[in-house]
Structures are given as structure tokens and as C-alpha cells.
Nanobody
Framework: QVRLVESGGGLVQAGDSLRLSCVASESTFSNYAMGWFRQAPGKEREFVAAVNWSGESINYSESVKGRFTISRDNAMNTLYLQMNSLKPEDTAVYYC????????????????????WGQGTQVTVSS
């Protein structure tokens, strides 16, 4: 089974930036859509952003649109989330996820659309 490993989380101040990475264990990564979700304490996990296999279809939640950028490097089997202008409400555990639908032209914004998940990386934004 493909493993996903996130990194890049940390403690930052409001207004700072962070870049999260998610490395997949197999090169088949390049054929599948990927997404980022997050879960804040006491809340349900929520969609953040997603990109299809080719990078041509990208979607963001309204809460991060204009501040976060999702991207992928298929040669490196790596998914990224560049987070700028961070706010305290962005504090959460961030998870990457893979949708094992072969070369889908679109992305999904719901958890059940994804088949594999990483272990998560903590992002804490202080005010």
C-alpha cells in the first residue's frame, strides 16, 4: 500500500508562512489526484485544497483561497502546500490524501473521495 508522509509543520506567528510537503512511496503518485485536509482541536476534518494528477485542476476551500497554494512535483513524488499569511484559525493537524482514481480530470473535496492518508503534521499559528 502506498505510504504518504507529511512534513513541514511547526509553530509560527500570525502572518508567517510555511510549506508543507507530502512524499508518496511509489511513483504511481503521478497518476492520481491529491488533496490536503486539516483538523483543528474539537472539530471535524475539513478540506483545504486538491490538485488532479496533471496539475490542471486545482480547488481550494474558501477559507484558504488566495493564501494557500497547492502544487505537485510528479518527478519527486511530492505534494506541497504553500501557506502564506497564516492566521490562528489555521491551527490544525494537516493531512495529505491520495485519490486512487486513475488520471481523473477533476478533484474531490470530501474525505470519502480519498483512499490513502498520511499521519499528519501539526501547524500552530500564534496570535
Amino acid at each position: 500500500q502506498v505510504r504518504l508522509v507529511e512534513s513541514g509543520g511547526g509553530l509560527v506567528q500570525a502572518g508567517d508562512s510555511l510549506r508543507l510537503s507530502c512524499v508518496a512511496s511509489e511513483s504511481t503518485f503521478s497518476n492520481y489526484a491529491m488533496g490536503w485536509f486539516r483538523q483543528a482541536p474539537g472539530k471535524e476534518r475539513e478540506f483545504v485544497a486538491a490538485v488532479n494528477w496533471s496539475g490542471e485542476s486545482i480547488n481550494y476551500s474558501e477559507s484558504v483561497k488566495g493564501r494557500f497554494t497547492i502544487s505537485r512535483d510528479n518527478a519527486m513524488n511530492t505534494l506541497y502546500l504553500q501557506m502564506n499569511s497564516l492566521k490562528p484559525e489555521d491551527t490544525a493537524v494537516y493531512y495529505c490524501a491520495a485519490d486512487w482514481t486513475w488520471r481523473s480530470s477533476f478533484t474531490r473535496h470530501y474525505e470519502s473521495g480519498y483512499d490513502s492518508w498520511g499521519q499528519g503534521t501539526q501547524v500552530t499559528v500564534s496570535s
